[in-house]
């Protein structure tokens, strides 16, 4: 009876991993599909989850709350597959109807994230809604400031940033990394919150070497609007 009752016991942790590896797919699959409509990269999610992981724990945070964070973060995007392609495809300026309606991705992601009561799609959606938010109140769409910014949009709004300033988009080269290091340290306490950027900014190498990691494919690499 214990032997069974052992059996029992690790067939269950394997279906519990199993299903856990399973919603990890199934959200990085999501990310994928969304990612390719507005032409970006497979391969930017997974650096952008990588490095919130990295940020997530220099910063201190709770191990369980880091991982969340990582699985949740590639889905900061998802309200843009209701965002016509005329817009996210625009190669020149937005005008200002077409920025507004550009804005709402961030409430149409939560509108599609919020319906599920589990932590990881709650996490999803919250950074859906905040991740534009910026750390002196004058990001979108509720302008909230500071640490009224939930911390997992702070950590993926940085991680989404840094990231795509240093790929290659449709409009643009990809930024060396000097550039995006800049760029960077130019928002900190405006875009950013200080703390993580003063983390990440300490840690450069290990942040640049997601790069090489995971690069893009420079033959389909193209971009889309931050």
Same mark, same amino acid.
């Given at each position: 009876?214990?032997?069974?009752?052992?059996?029992?016991?690790?067939?269950?942790?394997?279906?519990?991993?199993?299903?856990?590896?399973?919603?990890?797919?199934?959200?990085?699959?999501?990310?994928?599909?969304?990612?390719?409509?507005?032409?970006?990269?497979?391969?930017?999610?997974?650096?952008?989850?990588?490095?919130?992981?990295?940020?997530?724990?220099?910063?201190?945070?709770?191990?369980?709350?880091?991982?969340?964070?990582?699985?949740?973060?590639?889905?900061?995007?998802?309200?843009?597959?209701?965002?016509?392609?005329?817009? =996210?495809?625009?190669?020149?300026?937005? /005008?200002? @109807?077409?920025? $507004?309606?550009?804005? &709402?991705?961030?409430?149409?992601?939560? +509108?599609?994230?919020?319906?599920?009561?589990?932590?990881?799609?709650?996490?999803?959606?919250?950074?859906?809604?905040?991740?534009?938010?910026?750390?002196?109140?004058?990001?979108?769409?509720?302008?909230?400031?500071?640490?009224?910014?939930?911390?997992?949009?702070?950590?993926?709004?940085?991680?989404?940033?840094?990231d795509s300033l240093g790929s290659q988009l449709s409009y643009r080269e990809p930024w060396s990394p000097e550039m995006v290091a800049a760029a960077i340290r130019d928002g900190s306490g405006?875009?950013?919150?200080?703390? =993580?950027?003063?983390?990440?900014?300490? /840690?450069? @190498?290990?942040? $640049?070497?997601?790069? &090489?990691?995971?690069?893009?494919?420079? +033959?389909?690499?193209?971009?889309?609007?931050?």
């Amino acid at each position: 009876i214990y032997t069974q009752s052992v059996a029992i016991t690790f067939e269950n942790i394997h279906l519990q991993d199993d299903l856990r590896e399973t919603q990890k797919e199934l959200v990085f699959t999501l990310a994928d599909a969304v990612e390719a409509r507005t032409q970006k990269t497979g391969a930017h999610v997974k650096r952008v989850a990588m490095a919130c992981e990295m940020l997530a724990r220099m910063y201190g945070l709770p191990e369980a709350q880091v991982t969340l964070i990582q699985n949740a973060s590639p889905l900061h995007d998802i309200g843009k597959v209701a965002i016509p392609d005329a817009i =996210l495809h625009k190669p020149g300026k937005l /005008n200002t @109807d077409e920025w $507004n309606l550009m804005q &709402q991705h961030a409430q149409f992601g939560l +509108d599609i994230l919020q319906r599920s009561h589990r932590p990881l799609m709650k996490m999803a959606a919250e950074i859906a809604l905040s991740h534009h938010e910026r750390w002196d109140g004058t990001g979108y769409p509720n302008g909230l400031a500071g640490t009224d910014i939930p911390v997992s949009a702070r950590i993926t709004a940085l991680a989404d940033v840094f990231d795509s300033l240093g790929s290659q988009l449709s409009y643009r080269e990809p930024w060396s990394p000097e550039m995006v290091a800049a760029a960077i340290r130019d928002g900190s306490g405006r875009q950013f919150e200080p703390a =993580l950027v003063d983390l990440l900014l300490a /840690n450069l @190498d290990a942040f $640049n070497a997601l790069r &090489q990691m995971h690069p893009d494919d420079v +033959d389909t690499a193209s971009g889309n609007r931050l």
